[in-house]
Structure formats: structure tokens, C-alpha cells
């Protein structure tokens, strides 16, 4: 149990359907990221949320959209997503932007 | 060149031995060092961090930091069949404006410890 909770674990979904990954953590932290990782690649840093704002965007195509309501949600929204959009999506949060992270379990998001 | 660089491996040593894992970065104003342990088919999961110069021991972990040189470093003394994972090497850059919470990651080396 990592304090972190991503719901779904697995995700296979065309490229015209619209989906949503949820994370959650239970940590008390207010710094929240999305990540995706690839095979063979390193983990890609996609975005960062301080306070519910979104303070970084590594330059994620559009079809991938984030929302923050709240210090302890994250949600990552897809639509139109592409067969190299196949990859383990990761959440982290921490405590500041400068505290270790800490991982949720991902979800393994397959497209058709 | 790559921001964050490691080799991938894989690193196999005996059961009981020292595993010794590298990592080096390119960036000079990089602050803050972190080590993640991933299981295959798993999410990372934290081990060691470290902002100072020097060594830093828990247990049977030790890291090790050179700014100078841009070189981390993990130790595992008495490896064990349960330490085979994939050790990823984070760096993140000094704090606030665009590098707040900007973790750049390394491939990950492969280690396997043999019975």
C-alpha cells in the first residue's frame, strides 16, 4: 500500500473513445504528477500540480488532458489517443516540489 | 547526451555480495538525488534520497553523491534474491520556478542476484 491509489489497473480503449485515469493519495501532500512509461524508455514526466494549479505541461499533446479538483485528486483525461500512447501511466505526489515522490501503482492503458 | 545516464545492464552478482549501482548527470544545477526500485510490473518505489555530498547509509542501502564529478551512486551490501529489480536514478534540478517538482529519470539498470 503506497498511500496512492490509481483506478483502473488496466485500460484497453480504440482510438475514438474517450477514458479517464483517477489517482488518489492519502499522504497529506500537495504536489501531484503524471507520468508515462514506455518499454525501453525512462519515465516521461507529463504534468506537475502544486495547490491544484498546473504549473508544469511537458509538452503533452492535447489529447492528453489533466484536472485537479482538489490537493488529493488527480485525474488524467483521454480522447483520440494513438496506438504510441500505449504505455503504464503513473501518478506521484509529494510533499513540495523538492520532497521524495511517491507512486501509485499505474494503469496499463492499451490502444487499439 | 543524455541527461541522466545508467547503465542498463543487466548487473548479476552472488547472493551476499555488494551490488554496486552508477548513475551520472549532466545537469550542474541539479539539487536533489533519488533511487527507485521497480519490480517488474510494479510502480517504483522509493529507497534513498540524497542532497548532500558524501555517503548516506539505511541499512543495507548506501548512496553515495559527487557533485563535482555528477555522479551518484547505490550501494547494496548483502544482496539478496529479493533485490532483483530495475534501480532507477532521479535527479531533479535546484527548487521553485520551472523546475518544481521536475524529476528527470534514467533508464534503470537491471539487477539480478543469483543464489
Known amino acids: 500500500e503506497t498511500g496512492v491509489t490509481q483506478t483502473p489497473r488496466h485500460l484497453v480503449m480504440g482510438m475514438t473513445n474517450k477514458k479517464s485515469l483517477k489517482c488518489e493519495q492519502h499522504?497529506?501532500?500537495?504536489?501531484m504528477y503524471w507520468y508515462k512509461q514506455s518499454a525501453k524508455k525512462p519515465l516521461e514526466l507529463m504534468f506537475v500540480y502544486s495547490l491544484e494549479e498546473r504549473v508544469e505541461n511537458n509538452s503533452v499533446p492535447s489529447r492528453f488532458s489533466p484536472e485537479c479538483p482538489n490537493s488529493s485528486h488527480l485525474f488524467l483525461h483521454l480522447h483520440t489517443l494513438q496506438p504510441e500512447d500505449s504505455a503504464l501511466y503513473l501518478c506521484?505526489?509529494?510533499?513540495?516540489?523538492?520532497?521524495?515522490?511517491?507512486f501509485g501503482d499505474g494503469t496499463r492503458l492499451s490502444i487499439l | 547526451q543524455k541527461e541522466v545516464e545508467q547503465n542498463s545492464g543487466p548487473l548479476s552478482v552472488p547472493e551476499g555480495a555488494i551490488a554496486s549501482l552508477n548513475c551520472t548527470y549532466s545537469?550542474?544545477?541539479?539539487?536533489?538525488f533519488f533511487w527507485y526500485r521497480q519490480y517488474s510490473g510494479k510502480s517504483p518505489e522509493l529507497i534513498m534520497f540524497i542532497y548532500s555530498n558524501g555517503d548516506k547509509e539505511d541499512g543495507r542501502f548506501t548512496a553515495q553523491l559527487n557533485k563535482a564529478s555528477q555522479y551518484v551512486s547505490l550501494l547494496i551490501r548483502d544482496s539478496q534474491p529479493s533485490d532483483s529489480a530495475t534501480y532507477l536514478c532521479a535527479v531533479k534540478r535546484g527548487s521553485g520556478g520551472t523546475s518544481y517538482g521536475k524529476l528527470t529519470f534514467g533508464q534503470g539498470t537491471i539487477l539480478t542476484v543469483h543464489p
Open positions: 499522504l497529506g501532500h500537495n504536489a
Open positions: 506521484a505526489s509529494s510533499q513540495g516540489g523538492n520532497q521524495p515522490q511517491h
Open positions: 545537469d550542474r544545477g541539479s539539487q536533489s
